[in-house]
T-cell receptor, first 112, second 116 residues
Framework: QKEVEQDPGPLSVPEGAIVSLNCTYS??????FMWYRQYSRKGPELLMY????GNKEDGRFTAQVDKSSKYISLFIRDSQPSDSATYLC????????????FGAGTILRVKS | DTGVSQDPRHKITKRGQNVTFRCDPI?????LYWYRQTLGQGPEFLTY????????KSRLLSDRFSAERPKGSFSTLEIQRTEQGDSAMYLC??????????????FGEGSWLTVV
């Protein structure tokens, strides 16, 4: 079993829809959670990071962590065709942990 | 552009040849990481430097792989006697010194390696 599980999709939605992307993880030691966006043949771009449980909002993006169920989510409001990319969740144990553990990524397609 | 810079972006090499990738981190970031990513997978950790010291290596980093970070600035990743299984994107990342900002790990655009 992988430490971080993520549905690969693809997830196809119409422009303007609310998108929900999710990951589950198995290691209770994970405390920091990140979401990266990756366009085709490009490097991952950091969107957001959160610590422990709770919500964090940044523009159209909201990251949510539920440590009790080991579940992390990224919501995208008013989705745009430019949001079409692969979204990677990542996590690491503690503030000084050095190794990010990634999910396999979910492919998102926003249709205009 | 002050982001993480990687060179070359693409490399095609014959099996058995050696290749070297270079990474220039964001200036003043003292932490530098190498990851490998294959199609349909998330990046996998290879190794980590704090300044010039290589502090952690993954079991993925076989004896044919070596990474250096002389003077704690740029880093190189060398693969000797390349195999077809080495074909992947090699990603470099960097992060600031410490504190919560140490969680902001920024990636470069990657170096694509194809071994034929």
């Amino acid at each position: 079993q992988k430490e971080v599980e993520q549905d690969p999709g693809p997830l196809s939605v119409p422009e303007g829809a609310i998108v929900s992307l999710n990951c589950t993880y198995s290691n209770s030691a994970f405390q920091y959670f990140m979401w990266y966006r990756q366009y085709s043949r490009k490097g991952p771009e950091l969107l957001m990071y959160t610590y422990s449980s709770g919500n964090k909002e940044d523009g159209r993006f909201t990251a949510q962590v539920d440590k009790s169920s080991k579940y992390i989510s990224l919501f995208i409001r008013d989705s745009q065709p430019s949001d079409s990319a692969t979204y990677l969740c990542a996590t690491k144990p503690g503030e000084y942990g050095n190794k990010l553990v990634f999910g396999a990524g979910t492919i998102l397609r926003v249709k205009s | 552009d002050t982001g993480v810079s990687q060179d070359p972006r693409h490399k095609i090499t014959k099996r058995g040849q050696n290749v070297t990738f270079r990474c220039d981190p964001i200036s003043e970031h003292n932490r530098l990481y190498w990851y490998r990513q294959t199609l349909g997978q998330g990046p996998e950790f290879l190794t980590y430097f704090q300044n010039e010291a290589q502090l952690e290596k993954s079991r993925l980093l076989s004896d044919r792989f070596s990474a250096e970070r002389p003077k704690g600035s740029f880093s190189t990743l060398e693969i000797q006697r390349t195999e077809q299984g080495d074909s992947a994107m090699y990603l470099c990342a960097s992060s600031p010194r410490s504190g919560t900002s140490g969680n902001t790990i920024y990636f470069g655009e990657g170096s694509w390696l194809t071994v034929v």
